[in-house]
């Protein structure tokens, strides 16, 4: 689902680490537990589907987006000083009429879509509950499949890996940098991306339709072929203060894999 190293250059599984097979198992289930609490509102917080987000904020938001992406450092998510005016911006769009925390805003045309999503106070503290929780059990139902399936094994091999799944522990508030932000003022953006998001993946986690994402005319018809249902996606994840009150915005990019970028 996400987008995946070179073969000739990716180590072949047998010439990793027990303990790099376990981190960069642990970072799968990290990525897909962001995809989860970002998008499942419709599903666990009430959130609602708000089509018809006006296309000049759309754009607006995506330039400014794409902006601070590229004056950070690719080495760090950690946004510099002199961006903060941009932050701001983006962190009170929602303080406009007809917006709002907590809904998913979606301007999109044929091929083309833009989600835009804002938390604020209490419900950045529960993103990060269903943050953890999600990683949490994935990890726990890997390392019971893993053991159920290859615990039988005297190999050394197999028995480290195993210990190495068991010695995986991530804080998700720590790894998302959560205290720097809320003591320090200071403001984070991190990405992910897939080339060929599965359109209806995506939808079973919003807990509604692909056309009520994308639209009739993009939606895939009946009995979709893999094609049909790949969309290159982009999610960008800002965090900051803003008047004390700690808050996120969320912006999602999709376009039909088939289309020209």
Not at 11 to 21: D, F, G, L, V
Not at 64 to 73: D, P, Q, V
Not at 128 to 157: C, M, N, P, T, V
């Amino acid at each position: 689902m996400f987008d995946e190293p070179n073969e000739e250059d990716a180590p072949t599984e047998k010439a990793q680490s027990p303990k790099q097979r376990a981190a960069e198992k642990a970072d799968e289930f990290r990525m897909h537990a962001e995809l989860c609490a970002v998008l499942e509102g419709v599903r666990k917080f009430d959130a609602s589907l708000r089509p018809g987000l006006d296309a000049e904020l759309a754009r607006n938001i995506q330039r400014t987006i794409g902006r601070l992406e590229k004056a950070k450092s690719p080495e760090s998510p950690l946004l510099k000083p002199d961006s903060a005016a941009q932050v701001l911006a983006m962190l009170s769009c929602c303080d406009g009429e007809g917006v709002g925390t907590n809904d998913y805003h979606i301007h999109c045309r044929p091929g083309e879509v833009m989600i835009v999503r804002w938390l604020a106070g209490a419900e950045v503290e529960q993103f990060y509950e269903r943050l953890q929780a999600h990683f949490d059990a994935a990890l726990k139902q890997y390392r019971e499949e893993e053991r159920q399936s290859h615990g039988w094994k005297q190999d050394a091999a197999t028995t480290d890996f195993l210990d190495a799944l068991d010695a995986v522990t991530i804080n998700m508030s720590e790894r998302y940098l959560r205290e720097l932000v809320r003591k320090s003022s200071v403001s984070v953006l991190s990405t992910q991306a897939a080339d060929e998001m599965d359109i209806l993946h995506l939808s079973f986690i919003m807990n509604v339709e692909p056309s009520e994402i994308v639209g009739e005319a993009s939606a895939p018809g009946d009995s979709p072929s893999e094609r049909d249902r790949a969309w290159f996606f982009k999610l960008f994840s800002l965090r900051g203060m803003l008047g004390g009150e700690e808050r996120m915005c969320f912006f999602v990019y999709l376009q039909k894999a088939d289309d020209e970028f």
